[in-house]
């Protein structure tokens, strides 16, 4: 190893000690991939996570658009379902969803990218999958209009937004403002549409309405109980 390497390991190892005692340290309630994958049933589209780690199963969704998130594993966990989510995007294209979250993987190591930072300091960990068009039904947000549980202006724009959107995207999109309207902070570090204010997009039209039946859900308030686990 040359003289120039081990000074390179030690400042970053100093400045990793730095972190550590300088920056402020918070626990944040955050969403969790179960909790945006029954989300994203509740609107239609179906999510089958695969993790990265899952070589076989990755190697069948090679040149596949689907969406993927970037979880939370700072604890070294085997099952990251239940932990925070950190980035959602989705890949399209030639390349598809596989390529796209292996080229993201080599982010850890140019020491500068803001995304390749968060995810070598949570040791984060990649889940992702095909999205499945299964249809609206809509009949839930009847439900919370009819409890004043949602503004009865929304499932119009819901219908709408589904409509038009291709489902990759509109999963993207959703997941994004779900992790908004479900968590303490703004949305996932990085992604797209992560604006912390309000807008009238369909979509986040669509998350307000799934955070409130997932909570209610929980609760166990919904006519038909089924608890996102």
Same mark, same amino acid.
């Given at each position: 190893?040359?003289? *120039?390497?081990?000074?390179?390991?030690?400042?970053?190892?100093?400045?990793?000690?730095?972190?550590?005692?300088?920056?402020?340290?918070?626990?944040?309630?955050?969403?969790?991939?179960?909790?945006?994958?029954?989300?994203?049933?509740?609107?239609?589209?179906?999510?089958?996570?695969?993790?990265?780690?899952?070589?076989?199963?990755?190697?069948?969704?090679?040149?596949?658009?689907?969406?993927?998130?970037?979880?939370?594993?700072?604890?070294?966990?085997?099952?990251?379902?239940?932990?925070?989510?950190?980035?959602?995007?989705? $890949?399209?294209?030639?390349?598809?969803?596989?390529?796209?979250?292996?080229?993201?993987? $080599?982010? !850890?190591?140019?020491?500068?990218?803001?995304?390749?930072?968060?995810?070598?300091?949570?040791?984060?960990?990649?889940?992702? $999958?095909?999205?499945?068009?299964?249809?609206?039904?809509?009949?839930?947000?009847?439900?919370?209009?009819?409890?004043?549980?949602?503004?009865?202006?929304?499932?119009?724009?819901? !219908?709408?937004?589904?409509?038009?959107?291709?489902?990759?995207? *509109?999963?993207?999109?959703?997941?994004?403002?779900?992790?908004?309207?479900?968590?303490?902070?703004?949305?996932?570090?990085?992604?797209?549409?992560? $604006?912390?204010?309000?807008?009238?997009?369909?979509?986040?039209?669509?998350?307000?309405?799934?955070?409130?039946?997932?909570?209610?859900?929980?609760?166990?308030?919904?006519?038909?109980?089924?608890?996102?686990?």
């Amino acid at each position: 190893m040359t003289d *120039s390497s081990t000074n390179d390991q030690r400042l970053r190892h100093e400045l990793d000690t730095w972190r550590s005692h300088q920056l402020a340290s918070v626990s944040l309630r955050l969403a969790t991939p179960n909790l945006l994958r029954c989300g994203l049933d509740r609107i239609g589209l179906h999510w089958t996570p695969i993790p990265l780690t899952d070589t076989n199963a990755v190697a069948a969704l090679q040149n596949r658009p689907g969406l993927y998130m970037w979880v939370d594993n700072l604890a070294q966990e085997t099952d990251v379902t239940d932990n925070a989510v950190l980035y959602v995007g989705i $890949g399209i294209g030639r390349d598809g969803v596989a390529k796209r979250v292996h080229y993201e993987h $080599g982010f !850890r190591q140019d020491g500068i990218h803001a995304h390749g930072l968060m995810l070598k300091r949570r040791n984060a960990h990649a889940l992702l $999958g095909e999205i499945a068009d299964t249809g609206l039904n809509d009949d839930w947000m009847d439900w919370l209009v009819a409890n004043d549980y949602l503004n009865a202006v929304a499932p119009d724009h819901i !219908r709408r937004w589904r409509d038009t959107t291709d489902p990759v995207r *509109s999963a993207e999109r959703f997941a994004v403002r779900l992790s908004i309207h479900l968590g303490d902070t703004v949305a996932p570090v990085n992604s797209q549409y992560a $604006g912390a204010w309000a807008d009238d997009s369909g979509a986040d039209w669509a998350a307000v309405a799934a955070a409130q039946w997932i909570a209610l859900d929980d609760l166990g308030q919904t006519p038909d109980v089924t608890r996102c686990r």
